[in-house]
């Protein structure tokens, strides 16, 4: 139940941020680090400007660092999470391989023992919790979530806590997770292990985003980094090579276009850049012709039970997937004389973002959430196709998602907040 109420609390820290065409800072304090010449969706440049309105009591900044805090104060007193904690093992007997449920199947109530499950989309079976998804993205959000703080103040600290955190899950030969995802979403009663769940990996992905951050700091060495990258090595190689992982990256929704991400941030962290250049070179026709049609909408998001939810969400990681692409200089924003299906898919989302149209899809929870997400993309789009819409826009969403983490990870400036200096609490 700890994991259950810290990753709900966490949820606003899935921070994605924006890469602008600029070229990075060379260095970031503090403390100083390098950065690779491959730019990732962590936009350094969005955290430096960050941190300076922080330091200068910008309330467009010290309002979401301040919520930050807070989740982070909480992270702090967390155990680090291990794939060893989980109540049953895997069926190949190895603890330190992960495995997670699917999490929308549910016992048949009319069948003996409740097997085999049944699916009920959008429906989260609590069962879920006993397995390592929850484990693992608690893990991943709260090492962010440290590194972010460590960046943002400077204190060893949380870089320390992020340390420890990351060497139990990967790097421990005791506690380590094993560089696979054989069982992830297993069905009872129908498989053990389903190519589905490799969804599921785009949240250790996301670490090599900011481990780089973690650099210069006394408790993380040039050893725990070479160790931490051999693993995310080992792990792109069983995403090429294994059925599972060229079963997902065959998929032609969400599943997909996760799939296309994770491959692309591997292939560049890991320096294997003939893989990411293929990738990239895919995603025009794998996802946007086939995904996205001239309305801008997502037919086979739009069959969920959570139909916005999935749409933001698939978008989420065609951009990232975008953004990446632009290392290669494969711009997938300006096809089809600058009308890229990118763009048509997030101009048909933001009027249902604003409030404007009601959605006419099934979506049988609260499209908060991934409203506050629409800041991601509609932060990508002003960088792309710079139009007073999206400006208009990122300043309705930032003005109602004040504390949002997005704000200090994008280059969203249009908090009309912004300026407003928040005096220090004597």
């Given at each position: 139940?700890?994991?259950?109420?810290?990753?709900?609390?966490?949820?606003?820290?899935?921070?994605?941020?924006?890469?602008?065409?600029?070229?990075?800072?060379?260095?970031?304090?503090?403390?100083?680090?390098?950065?690779?010449?491959?730019?990732?969706?962590?936009?350094?440049?969005?955290?430096?400007?960050?941190?300076?309105?922080?330091?200068?009591?910008?309330?467009?900044?010290?309002?979401?660092?301040?919520?930050?805090?807070?989740?982070?104060?909480?992270?702090?007193?967390?155990?680090?999470?291990?794939?060893?904690?989980?109540?049953?093992?895997?069926?190949?007997?190895?603890?330190?391989?992960?495995?997670?449920?699917?999490?929308?199947?549910?016992?048949?109530?009319?069948?003996?023992?409740?097997?085999?499950?049944?699916?009920?989309?959008?429906?989260?079976?609590?069962?879920?919790?006993?397995?390592?998804?929850?484990?693992?993205?608690?893990?991943?959000?709260?090492?962010?979530?440290?590194?972010?703080?460590?960046?943002?103040?400077?204190?060893?600290?949380?870089?320390?806590?992020?340390?420890?955190?990351?060497?139990?899950?990967?790097?421990?030969?005791?506690?380590?997770?094993?560089?696979?995802?054989?069982?992830?979403?297993?069905?009872?009663?129908?498989?053990?292990?389903?190519?589905?769940?490799?969804?599921?990996?785009?949240?250790?992905?996301?670490?090599?985003?900011?481990?780089?951050?973690?650099?210069?700091?006394?408790?993380?060495?040039?050893?725990?980094?070479?160790?931490?990258?051999?693993?995310?090595?080992?792990?792109?190689?069983?995403?090429?090579?294994?059925?599972?992982?060229?079963?997902?990256?065959?998929?032609?929704?969400?599943?997909?276009?996760?799939?296309?991400?994770?491959?692309?941030?591997?292939?560049?962290?890991?320096?294997?850049?003939?893989?990411?250049?293929?990738?990239?070179?895919?995603?025009?026709?794998?996802?946007?012709?086939?995904?996205?049609?001239?309305?801008?909408?997502?037919?086979?998001?739009?069959?969920?039970?959570?139909?916005?939810?999935?749409?933001?969400?698939?978008?989420?990681?065609?951009?990232?997937?975008?953004?990446?692409?632009?290392?290669?200089?494969?711009?997938?924003?300006?096809?089809?004389?600058?009308?890229?299906?990118?763009?048509?898919?997030?101009?048909?989302l933001i009027p249902y973002a604003l409030g404007e149209k009601n959605w006419e899809h099934t979506q049988i929870s609260s499209m908060d959430g991934s409203n506050e997400k629409m800041i991601f993309l509609l932060a990508y789009s002003q960088s792309k196709w710079p139009d007073e819409r999206y400006k208009l826009a990122l300043k309705n969403l930032s003005n109602t998602y004040p504390e949002s983490a997005y704000l200090l990870t994008t280059q969203a400036f249009v908090n009309t907040n912004s300026g407003q200096k928040i005096e220090e609490k004597k």
């Amino acid at each position: 139940m700890r994991y259950i109420s810290f990753i709900l609390t966490v949820l606003l820290l899935i921070i994605i941020g924006i890469n602008a065409c600029a070229p990075q800072p060379e260095s970031i304090s503090p403390p100083a680090t390098t950065i690779s010449v491959f730019n990732t969706v962590l936009n350094h440049k969005a955290l430096a400007q960050a941190k300076s309105g922080i330091e200068a009591r910008d309330s467009l900044y010290v309002i979401p660092f301040q919520l930050l805090e807070f989740q982070v104060g909480e992270a702090m007193e967390l155990s680090p999470p291990s794939v060893m904690d989980k109540e049953n093992p895997p069926p190949s007997g190895d603890m330190h391989d992960y495995t997670s449920m699917g999490p929308y199947w549910w016992p048949d109530p009319d069948a003996k023992g409740g097997l085999p499950y049944i699916r009920r989309d959008g429906v989260v079976n609590p069962e879920r919790a006993q397995f390592d998804k929850v484990p693992g993205a608690t893990m991943a959000e709260a090492v962010r979530a440290f590194i972010l703080m460590y960046y943002f103040t400077g204190d060893e600290k949380y870089a320390q806590k992020a340390t420890e955190f990351l060497k139990v899950w990967f790097l421990n030969p005791k506690t380590r997770m094993n560089p696979n995802l054989n069982y992830g979403q297993f069905i009872p009663g129908r498989s053990d292990g389903r190519s589905v769940g490799i969804i599921e990996s785009r949240n250790f992905v996301f670490l090599t985003e900011y481990e780089p951050l973690l650099k210069s700091s006394t408790y993380w060495t040039d050893a725990d980094h070479e160790q931490f990258k051999s693993w995310m090595t080992e792990f792109l190689d069983w995403l090429l090579t294994s059925e599972l992982g060229q079963e997902e990256q065959a998929r032609v929704n969400n599943h997909g276009s996760w799939c296309d991400y994770q491959l692309l941030a591997l292939s560049q962290y890991c320096g294997n850049h003939e893989v990411g250049r293929e990738v990239a070179a895919s995603i025009q026709g794998n996802r946007l012709e086939k995904q996205i049609e001239e309305s801008g909408q997502q037919p086979e998001e739009l069959e969920r039970t959570k139909s916005y939810s999935y749409s933001v969400f698939n978008l989420s990681a065609l951009v990232r997937s975008a953004i990446l692409a632009d290392n290669y200089d494969i711009d997938l924003s300006h096809h089809n004389g600058g009308n890229s299906a990118l763009k048509q898919a997030i101009d048909y989302l933001i009027p249902y973002a604003l409030g404007e149209k009601n959605w006419e899809h099934t979506q049988i929870s609260s499209m908060d959430g991934s409203n506050e997400k629409m800041i991601f993309l509609l932060a990508y789009s002003q960088s792309k196709w710079p139009d007073e819409r999206y400006k208009l826009a990122l300043k309705n969403l930032s003005n109602t998602y004040p504390e949002s983490a997005y704000l200090l990870t994008t280059q969203a400036f249009v908090n009309t907040n912004s300026g407003q200096k928040i005096e220090e609490k004597k």
